[in-house]
C-alpha cells in the first residue's frame, strides 16, 4: 500500500493544526512546527500507524464536507430533541436497545457510522459485532430514526463514492 499521500496529508494536517493552535507566525516558530509535523509524521511512518482508516484521504472532499454538515444539523436537532426532555418532566423518556445492521463494505465505514450514531445525542452505540451495532437510545423515536437508515445510507454514499 503506497503511504505517501497518507503521510503527506498528515504532514499538512499537522502544521495547519500547529498554527491555528498556536496563533505564531514569526518565521522561527514556524520553521519549529514544520520540523515537529515531519518528526511526528516520521514517528508515525516507524511505528506503521499511518494507513487509510487513521488518515482517510481517499474519502471524497465534497462527500465528506455534506456529510458533516448534514450531522451538524442532526446533532442541533437531537440536543434541541434531548433538552427538552430534560426541561419538560412531561415529555417521555422510554430507553430502548436495538440492534441495527451496518452495511458499509469497510471496517473505517463500520467506524464512522458508530461514532456518528454516539455523536448524536440521545443515541450511543454500546458494540460493534461485525456488521451489527448495538445502540442505546434515549427514546424509541430516536431508535426508529436509526432503523429507518437514513444515517446508514449517507456514510456508505461517502464511503463507496471512488
Same mark, same amino acid.
Given at each position: 500500500?503506497?503511504?505517501?499521500?497518507? %503521510?503527506?496529508? +498528515? =504532514?499538512?494536517?499537522?502544521?495547519?493544526?500547529?498554527?491555528?493552535?498556536?496563533?505564531?507566525?514569526?518565521?522561527? *516558530?514556524?520553521?519549529? =512546527?514544520? /520540523?515537529? %509535523?515531519?518528526?511526528? /509524521? #516520521?514517528?508515525? @511512518?516507524?511505528?506503521?500507524?499511518?494507513?487509510?482508516?487513521?488518515?482517510?484521504?481517499?474519502? $471524497?472532499?465534497?462527500? &465528506?464536507?455534506? #456529510?458533516?454538515?448534514? @450531522?451538524?444539523?442532526?446533532?442541533?436537532?437531537?440536543?434541541?430533541?434531548?433538552?427538552? !426532555?430534560?426541561?419538560?418532566?412531561?415529555?417521555?423518556?422510554?430507553?430502548?436497545?436495538? $440492534?441495527?445492521?451496518? &452495511?458499509?463494505? &469497510?471496517? *473505517?465505514?463500520?467506524?464512522?457510522? %458508530?461514532?456518528?450514531?454516539? @455523536? &448524536?445525542?440521545?443515541?450511543?452505540?454500546?458494540? /460493534?459485532?461485525?456488521?451489527?451495532?448495538?445502540?442505546?437510545?434515549?427514546?424509541?423515536?430516536?431508535?426508529?430514526? +436509526?432503523?429507518? =437508515?437514513?444515517?446508514?445510507? !449517507? /456514510?456508505?454514499?461517502?464511503?463507496? #463514492?471512488?
Amino acid at each position: 500500500m503506497n503511504k505517501i499521500p497518507h %503521510a503527506l496529508s +498528515l =504532514g499538512i494536517f499537522l502544521a495547519v493544526l500547529w498554527v491555528m493552535l498556536s496563533g505564531y507566525f514569526t518565521p522561527l *516558530l514556524l520553521f519549529f =512546527g514544520v /520540523v515537529s %509535523a515531519c518528526l511526528v /509524521v #516520521y514517528l508515525a @511512518l516507524r511505528m506503521d500507524v499511518v494507513d487509510h482508516e487513521g488518515h482517510p484521504v481517499h474519502l $471524497k472532499i465534497r462527500l &465528506t464536507v455534506s #456529510y458533516w454538515f448534514w @450531522l451538524l444539523k442532526e446533532i442541533v436537532i437531537s440536543n434541541i430533541d434531548v433538552c427538552r !426532555r430534560i426541561l419538560s418532566p412531561g415529555m417521555p423518556i422510554s430507553p430502548v436497545v436495538i $440492534k441495527i445492521k451496518s &452495511t458499509q463494505a &469497510t471496517g *473505517l465505514g463500520h467506524v464512522i457510522y %458508530a461514532n456518528s450514531i454516539t @455523536l &448524536t445525542p440521545g443515541t450511543v452505540s454500546m458494540n /460493534v459485532d461485525g456488521d451489527m451495532i448495538e445502540v442505546h437510545a434515549l427514546t424509541g423515536e430516536g431508535a426508529a430514526n +436509526l432503523e429507518a =437508515g437514513e444515517m446508514n445510507r !449517507r /456514510v456508505m454514499l461517502m464511503e463507496n #463514492y471512488k
